[in-house]
Structure formats: C-alpha cells, structure tokens
C-alpha cells in the first residue's frame, strides 16, 4: 500500500514538474512577443482570459506575414462619444485589415444581412450578434476617424480553429471569414494585389492609433462597442 502511494506521489509531482516547465517556457515566450509589446498585458492576465489568449495565438501567426504591415492590438477609436475598439488592426499599404475575434465552436451558419448568427454544439443552438455587422461598425468608426474611404479598409472574421463554417452567405468584396488558422492563406493571396495606402499615411496613422491605444491602456477607460 505504500508502495503504490509512494508510486502515485511521484507520478502527480513529475506530472506538476512537467506542467510548470511548460507554462515557464510559454511565458518567457509571451514576454518576447509582439502582442506584449504592444499591449503590455501581464500574462497572468491573459491567460484568464479567453479573448486575449485567442487574440494572442492569432498575433503569433500576424507577426510572421512576410509583407511589410504593423499591428496593433485591443485598439480604441472613438464613435459618437463612444469607444469601438478593434480586436486587432493589421495596417498595410494593401489596406487596412480589421480582425475581429470570434471565440464560438461548433457549426457556424450566417448570412451578412440577418442581424444574428447561429452556432450549433453538441446537440445545442445558440445564437450571437452578426460578426459583419459588428465589424462594419468599427470600420466606420475607424475610417471617420482616420477620414479615409471605406475601401481602404477590409473586414475579417477570424473564428476559433474548432468551428465549422458549415452556411456563410458573404456578398461583400471587402470581407473574408475564416477561421483563425486559415488566416496566412488569406493574407498569402493579398500580397500581389496594388497598393491603395501610400506608405506616408500608413505610418501617419499607425502613430494616431498606437498613441490611443496607448492611452487608453494607461486610463483603461475604453466602453467596447
């Protein structure tokens, strides 16, 4: 009996050895990454946290895209006394990409004009707000604020890697849903398409947005749209 006992004891701490080890590594990589650069976020904090995990492990695959962009993350705009903040922005010459993170499982069904989407699990139905929609609005808040047309800008619908996008209904030229994964294929298609920023402005306003983003993580002050 204490044999097996002494057994057990010594599996569960090189078990919890093993785990610590790992989470040390993952750290010390988080620490090092661009979303940290930009974010500042502890990673205790965002590890708590699904959305930022989400974004984050999206971020690992934007820092590696092989033409010239920069990226900002949790990005506030203000809109008629509001605040829409973007999950993510990816400013490039070939336009501005605005990412939207969308943590459902399972089936996904939608259509750009119905105001909900449908997940289905296990058996279960849920519904949620139409992620173009949603997007769309935070498009318009950063075009009006950055004063550049609609054009400039492209929507994209990043889902978790375990959702199935089983009936999508997309219509709109500037919006691409896929899931998180898929995205270096989306981006791998964008790098041969003209430019529609001069890399001037690009810079111009990656400094507006990194200077609220900035400020807003001092004052933390940001109403999420």
Same mark, same amino acid.
């Given at each position: 009996?204490?044999? +097996? ?6 599996? =569960? ?10 989470? $040390? +590594? ?31 492990? *999206?971020? =690992?695959?934007?820092? $590696? ?6 990226? *900002? #993350?949790?990005?506030? +705009? ?10 993510? *922005? ?20 939608g259509d750009e004009k119905h105001s909900e989407w449908r997940v289905e699990r ?9 992620? +173009?929609?949603?997007?769309? #609005?935070?498009?318009?808040?950063? =075009? ?7 054009? =400039? ?32 294929? #989306? ?37 999420? *749209?």
């Open positions: 009996m204490e044999t +097996v006992l002494l057994y057990t004891v010594c599996i =569960c701490v090189i078990v919890a050895l093993a785990f610590c080890a790992r989470v $040390a +590594v993952y750290r010390q990589r988080y620490y090092k990454s661009g979303y940290y650069e930009k974010t500042s976020l502890p990673f205790a904090k965002m590890m708590l946290k699904k959305e930022h995990r989400s974004i984050y492990r *999206l971020s =690992c695959l934007l820092e $590696a895209l092989t033409f010239e962009h920069e990226i *900002l #993350y949790h990005c506030p +705009v203000p809109k008629a006394g509001r605040v829409a903040v973007m999950d993510c *922005l990816v400013l490039s010459c070939k336009g501005i990409y605005v990412i939207i993170n969308e943590n459902y499982c399972g089936d996904i069904s296990r058996g279960r139905t849920r519904y949620f707000e139409n992620p +173009v929609k949603k997007n769309h #609005y935070r498009i318009d808040a950063l =075009c009006t604020y950055l004063d550049i047309p609609d054009r =400039c800008c492209k929507s994209i619908i990043a889902f978790h890697t375990g959702a199935v996008l089983k009936s999508i209904r997309i219509k709109s030229s500037r919006t691409f849903v896929t899931r998180a994964k898929d995205l270096d294929i #989306y981006f791998e298609s964008e790098k041969n398409k003209p430019d529609v920023l001069p890399a001037s402005d690009l810079y111009s306003y990656y400094g507006r947005l990194r200077r609220m983003a900035a400020a807003d993580a001092r004052n933390e002050c940001s109403e999420p *749209l």
